[in-house]
């Protein structure tokens, strides 16, 4: 074990080392892939592609994080908890397919766009199903809690609203990024079904305003696409999606996939719902790489993040962030897990929140103290309470709020109710038809195909 060898060019867990004893080099590896991150890119055929992913977790000491970055991951994730525990007390009876199990999706997320505007993006296009999506609007895109709070009012719209239940609704907002100090477009696609018939949709939205910004690279505008795990390979619809990711006429240059990966979908094990071992095998046909990583460890979660970013923002191409966690409630808030799952929620019963650990963790290194880990909770549910009021002395829900493309300018000048006439004269389509069918002036030189004469 002590023996020293020389490494090869394909791994940099030596750092500026060129050999290392057996040892050393078990531990180092042991570090970079048996811990709290699993990286699939193996079956990438590039070399440079897959060279780069190894530099980004096998350079010793790239997962260490500084105590700043460590008090923003606490305080993201408390107001993720804060927020789902505020919904879970003020309407208890109502479903809102709560992120109870994987509040750190919101930091995760936060993360991706922090980096990526780092990395020049100004606008990013998000899809989503149900599951915390009423915590995306608020956290991540910063939606007034007070029109959140409104829809679980049954209020009548104010405006020609859709009416459609709040975990389908999207948004648009444009807002300050405190932490690269750029402003950030970030719209969140409504989803009428309820898995990921918004796929494709948030695709050709990205598309057309890459088209219209002139952003043939797509280095501006960026689309984020959430799954759940058995959808993931269970709809044909994401598949289908994957592999328009690198045509020419439909690329968007690159989507980060984020998997809220809970194990059980709706009730099926795993074994039962799927043929392959991971949900995210689907990603393997375009060669997007894959990042598993376990929620109850937020600085991996962010690690992974960021590789993801970097990854988009250098080769343009999807990447997978697959978070592992589970669902503490049942598909809903109102459904009764145990019934389809004893075994596995009487382990989630006994398993601490996410918070809970990771504010312990921070305790005992001292980056925090307990004072401080109350404060931040505090203050976000103060917040909580002064919107909740704000938003009983609503009558009506305002539609307009919640669009997810708001373009003023669309009927301009126009009567929305008028149609034009769509016709075309009859000489100009016989004029048409005449030059369709009619072989070019240098007929000599050109033969027609026998099927078409």
Not at 106 to 122: F, H, N, R, W, Y
Not at 162 to 172: A, F, N, R
Request: glycine share 6%; aromatic share 8%.
């Amino acid at each position: 074990m002590d023996r020293v060898f020389k490494l090869p060019s394909t791994t940099f867990i030596g750092g500026k080392e060129k050999a290392l004893p057996l040892r050393e080099i078990l531990n180092r590896l042991e570090k970079a892939y048996c811990r709290h991150i699993g990286v699939e890119f193996m079956f990438i055929n590039s070399l440079e592609q897959c060279n780069w992913i190894r530099q980004k977790f096998e350079t010793p000491g790239i997962m260490e994080v500084d105590n700043e970055q460590k008090r923003l991951n606490l305080a993201r994730l408390t107001r993720a908890t804060g927020f789902e525990a505020f919904l879970a007390r003020k309407w208890s009876s109502e479903k809102r397919f709560g992120l109870e199990g994987c509040e750190i999706l919101i930091p995760a997320m936060k993360q991706i766009i922090d980096k990526s505007t780092e990395l020049g993006v100004e606008s990013i296009v998000m899809g989503m199903p149900h599951r915390g999506r009423l915590n995306v609007l608020a956290n991540v895109c910063r939606k007034p809690l007070e029109q959140i709070f409104t829809q679980f009012a049954a209020l009548e719209a104010a405006d020609d609203g859709s009416g459609d239940v709040k975990y389908h609704l999207g948004t648009y907002i444009e807002r300050l990024n405190r932490v690269t100090n750029k402003n950030i477009r970030l719209a969140v696609v409504a989803n009428p079904s309820h898995l990921e018939a918004v796929d494709p949709v948030v695709q050709g939205k990205t598309r057309a305003e890459q088209f219209y910004r002139g952003d043939g690279e797509g280095k501006k505008v960026m689309s984020v696409l959430l799954h759940g795990d058995a959808a993931f390979c269970g709809q044909g619809i994401v598949y289908e999606t994957f592999h328009l990711s690198d045509l020419p006429d439909y690329t968007t240059h690159g989507t980060i996939h984020i998997v809220v990966n809970n194990q059980i979908g709706f009730t099926t094990d795993p074994r039962h719902s799927r043929s392959s071992p991971y949900c995210t095998d689907v990603a393997r046909v375009v060669n997007a790489p894959i990042f598993h990583v376990n929620s109850d460890d937020p600085e991996a979660v962010m690690h992974v993040c960021n590789v993801a970013a970097e990854w988009r923002a250098t080769f343009h191409k999807d990447v997978v962030v697959d978070i592992v966690c589970y669902r503490r409630n049942g598909h809903n808030e109102i459904d009764e897990p145990m019934f389809t799952q004893p075994l596995m929620y009487r382990k989630i019963r006994n398993t601490k929140p996410g918070l809970d650990r990771y504010a312990d963790k921070l305790i005992s290194e001292g980056v925090v103290t307990p004072d401080e880990v109350k404060d931040v909770r505090d203050k976000y549910d103060k917040i909580c309470e002064e919107a909740y009021s704000n938003a009983r002395k609503e009558t009506h829900i305002k539609y307009k709020d919640w669009l997810d493309s708001p373009w003023s300018g669309f009927f301009e000048g126009k009567d929305p109710l008028k149609v034009s006439p769509t016709g075309v004269k009859e000489d100009t389509l016989i004029h048409i038809g005449k030059r369709f069918s009619s072989p070019p002036p240098n007929a000599a030189e050109f033969v027609i195909h026998r099927g078409q004469e």
